[in-house]
C-alpha cells in the first residue's frame, strides 16, 4: 500500500439535531469543528436526520397533508383565479 494518499480513519461524534442523539463513529470525514462527549473531545458533525429520527427505523408514521397536491394549489391560489 503506498503512504500518505489515504484520508485519516477517527472517531468522529455525529449529532442528530431532530432526535438529539449522539453517535460516535469510525469515519473518515472531515470537520473543523470539536465537541467534548463523555469526557473525550471529537471532531463534531451534525445530521439532519438518522436511524434515531428516521420514521423507517423509529416506526412513527408522519402524516403532512390530508388533502392532495392539485387540492392545496387550488386552495392557496383560490384568489388568483380569473373569471369568465
Request: net charge positive; proline share 4%.
Amino acid at each position: 500500500m503506498r503512504a500518505n494518499i489515504h484520508p485519516n480513519y477517527r472517531e468522529v461524534l455525529f449529532h442528530d439535531t431532530n432526535a438529539n442523539a449522539f453517535f460516535v463513529i469510525g469515519s473518515t470525514l472531515e470537520t473543523a469543528q470539536t465537541r467534548e462527549h463523555e469526557g473525550k473531545t471529537y471532531p463534531y458533525v451534525t445530521l439532519d436526520i438518522s436511524s434515531a429520527s428516521h420514521p423507517f427505523y423509529t416506526g412513527e408514521q408522519r402524516q403532512t397533508s390530508n388533502e392532495g397536491r392539485v387540492a392545496s394549489f387550488n386552495k392557496r391560489f383560490a384568489r388568483f383565479k380569473r373569471s369568465q
